[in-house]
């Protein structure tokens, strides 16, 4: 669907693009997992490589908020650990992005998070405290965050994954993830704007629109973590991610 002006949109697809705003404010306020749900909406409405021009914006107001909210949480090795490789992905996927069967690589991708759900889910039943150490963890899981963030904005359940296996506790999992992904996102504004050109002056005064629908679903995000206790929010993350990735799967 290519953007219209803002009184063209049918009552159902406002809902749905306000419904989408709050989630990733929720999702930026804390709650992880319920990311893809909110990519996958915008997709509906929009089609997928449009909707990733009108979602980068929110994401940037979104993780402002959150590193101002988080920002004393943040755990420096970890941003230093996967960053660069993630900003490694970002660049295979403007370079590999433009021209790729976007159906497909979400349902390959889809399937990836699956198996490595499948992993996270067999550490946890068998309590393992290990935490992977190995240069090589930190390098694949960043490139496929980074690659999957640029194809569709679709890096929060890599990054999920990531943290969970460095088992850090929620807060500091919430400011760490915070710092990478504003800087993240910030780092695919030009390719977005100057290379695949799909954030436009009328794409941008539509996010301005959505800001309290965003805001909305941080508040509610920020106090609905503030409730749930350490081992809980893992559980919930891992569930709300699994969630997700089969939503993905099943969409067309």
């Not at 021009?53 to 909210?69: H, N, W």
């Not at 309590?127 to 963030?149: C, V, W, Y």
């Amino acid at each position: 669907m290519t953007l219209q002006l803002a009184y063209h949109f049918s009552p159902t697809e406002w809902g749905l693009i306000l419904f989408a705003a709050f989630i990733i404010g929720l999702t930026k306020g804390g709650v992880k997992g319920v990311d893809m749900l909110s990519v996958t909406v915008m997709a509906i409405v929009f089609g997928s490589k449009s909707s990733t021009g009108i979602v980068l914006p929110l994401l940037c107001f979104a993780d402002i908020a959150a590193v101002a909210y988080y920002n004393r949480h943040a755990q420096w090795k970890y941003f230093w650990k996967i960053t660069p490789w993630m900003a490694i992905g970002v660049l295979m996927g403007v370079y590999f992005g433009k021209e790729m069967n976007e159906v497909i690589f979400k349902k390959v991708m889809a399937v990836i998070i699956l198996i490595t759900i499948g992993i996270v889910l067999y550490m946890e039943y068998r309590k393992s405290k290990e935490i992977p150490q190995h240069p090589l963890f930190a390098a694949s899981t960043g490139l496929a965050a980074g690659f999957t963030t640029m194809i569709g904005n679709l890096a929060g359940a890599f990054s999920n994954l990531y943290f969970l296996a460095m088992r850090l506790t929620k807060n500091d999992f919430i400011g760490t993830a915070a710092w990478i992904f504003l800087f993240m996102n910030l780092f695919k504004l030009p390719f977005q704007v100057f290379y695949w050109k799909n954030i436009t002056a009328a794409s941008f005064k539509l996010d301005l629109v959505l800001i309290p629908a965003l805001a909305i679903g941080f508040i509610a995000g920020a106090k609905l973590v503030k409730k749930i206790e350490d081992e809980q929010y893992r559980k919930i993350v891992i569930v709300l991610t699994l969630i997700g990735s089969v939503i993905m799967l099943l969409k067309n």
